[in-house]
């Protein structure tokens, strides 16, 4: 209930000078984790650009499974962990940013954060476990990298904490492909 009330005084304090700003800073950190640590952390490496850009694509299709396209790439697991992570953590910021924008401007939406503030509050593993469930979620096909960030925002969970559980889910997600693509799956089992 807190960011439905936050939300609310929000749309009815906030100037369009302050939305813009919050727009501006969360479309800076978008492209600081989207493009420009991906091309730095590629130029350490030794990588192209063009390799980078082909993972990123990759990365915005098949989620975590583009760390096969990383590792077909040639590029150490360490490296291809890194820059799934980096451009997953834009995209979660970008996603969670959109939400709050439509949050703030529309009642429909805020209604609908009421209601669903109301019914969570009574689900049990809800309050229990928090932020936490965001790391198996996003391993759910379907869901993953575009939906978990609507899930964490919609229950309300803290903005920072949700985001490292979401990371450390993804992080978890690209080491079990990782993996498999390499074969110690089959080494293990």
């Given at each position: ?22 727009i ?33 694509g ?25 820059l ?12 969670l ?42 391993w759910?096909?379907g ?5 978990t ?18 990371l ?22």
């Amino acid at each position: 209930m807190i960011q439905v009330a936050t939300t609310e005084a929000c749309g009815r304090e906030s100037s369009s000078e302050t939305c813009l700003i919050r727009i501006v800073r969360t479309v800076a950190l978008v492209l600081l984790f989207f493009l420009t640590v991906p091309l730095i952390l590629g130029s350490a490496f030794g990588v192209s650009p063009a390799a980078i850009f082909a993972l990123i694509g990759s990365i915005l299709l098949l989620q975590a499974a583009a760390a096969v396209v990383g590792l077909s790439l040639g590029l150490h697991p360490v490296v291809v962990l890194l820059l799934l992570t980096s451009v997953a953590a834009a995209v979660l910021i970008g996603i969670l940013g959109i939400c709050d924008l439509f949050a703030e401007r529309s009642r429909m939406i805020q209604r609908l954060l009421s209601k669903i503030d109301a019914k969570s509050g009574s689900i049990d593993y809800l309050k229990r476990y928090g932020a936490l469930m965001l790391i198996p979620v996003i391993w759910i096909p379907g869901i993953a990298l575009y939906g978990t960030p609507v899930v964490a925002w919609a229950l309300q969970y803290p903005r920072g904490i949700s985001l490292l559980c979401m990371l450390a889910g993804w992080v978890i997600a690209i080491i079990v492909v990782m993996a498999a693509a390499m074969g110690l799956v089959r080494l293990a089992f």
